[in-house]
């Protein structure tokens, strides 16, 4: 991304990705870290925003597909952990 215009008309853009490439990879790589940090804390928020993520991120053709998958897994393996903790507390919430 640009903030300013080149000096020249001869700039050469052929190691410039394309923004909607670029946004796409750091989605991938944040619903790796939303899945990973949603398994200790915040799971019932973390999990469907990492599963979103990884969707879109997937959706728009990431360079980062394994990153993606992996978010994709962890957002669900964060809403499988609550259920689990839920149905052995009987509660909507869970603590240690």
């Known amino acids: 991304m640009h903030l300013t215009a080149p000096a020249s008309s001869t700039t050469d853009h052929a190691n410039v990705k394309p923004t909607g490439r670029r946004d796409?990879?750091?989605?991938?790589?944040?619903?790796?870290?939303?899945?990973l940090v949603g398994l200790l804390v915040l799971n019932v928020f973390l999990g469907p925003?990492?599963?979103?993520?990884?969707?879109?991120?997937?959706?728009?053709?990431?360079?980062?597909?394994g990153r993606a998958f992996l978010g994709l897994g962890l957002g669900i393996a964060d809403l499988l952990v609550l259920v689990a903790f839920?149905?052995?507390?009987?509660?909507?919430?869970?603590?240690?």
């Open 24 to 35: 796409a990879d750091g989605m991938a790589v944040a619903s790796f870290i939303l899945g």
């Open 49 to 65: 925003i990492a599963i979103a993520l990884a969707g879109a991120a997937l959706w728009r053709g990431t360079a980062r597909r």
């Open 86 to 96: 839920m149905q052995l507390d009987s509660t909507v919430s869970w603590s240690f």
